[in-house]
């Protein structure tokens, strides 16, 4: 259909099908934001880093990643920490990405940090440069997310810096 339309994205959303998905996704866009709206999803009160709550996402939280950027808190700190569910296996993830929206972004130049190679040597992780994530046991949750805030506090001054 695009190529018998020159490329026009319009011939494929008049569709029925496509008009329904886009409503689907609509509609999976509002819940996610409803479940993102409330503040105790968030805690904001690392120097560098806010951490969203993801666990009880009604979808999943890859589809949606930049909905906690929404919340002021969160979107004035360099780096975000994504709580996932946790699987089958009792392990959990964590994502680990810089905020692509914060206002002073030479931070990430000056003071650089490796968020894949900081994943790996979490355990079993990777990434990129600017994004990644590891799964640990459910139960060193705390202590791995808590080395991260470390390990970025370390990497980055404060907020506000010259």
Do not use: C
């Not at 002021?72 to 296996?89: A, C, E, Q, W």
């Not at 894949?116 to 949750?141: F, K, M, N, W």
């Amino acid at each position: 259909t695009l190529a018998g339309h020159q490329l026009n994205p319009d011939s494929l959303l008049t569709q029925p099908i496509w008009k329904a998905r886009l409503k689907l996704i609509e509609l999976e866009l509002e819940e996610q934001r409803v479940y993102w709206r409330k503040k105790s999803r968030f805690r904001v009160d690392h120097p560098v880093a806010a951490i969203a709550d993801g666990r009880g996402a009604p979808y999943s939280t890859s589809n949606f990643r930049y909905l906690p950027f929404e919340d002021d808190g969160v979107n004035s700190k360099p780096y975000l920490i994504t709580l996932r569910p946790p699987n089958m296996f009792n392990k959990i993830n964590i994502g680990i990405s810089r905020n692509p929206f914060y206002a002073n972004p030479e931070l990430f130049s000056s003071h650089p940090i490796n968020l894949g190679a900081l994943a790996r040597s979490l355990g079993q992780g990777g990434g990129r440069i600017e994004a990644s994530s590891v799964t640990v046991p459910t139960a060193e949750l705390t202590g791995t997310v808590n080395t991260i805030l470390v390990e970025l506090e370390q990497a980055a001054p404060a907020p506000g810096f010259k």
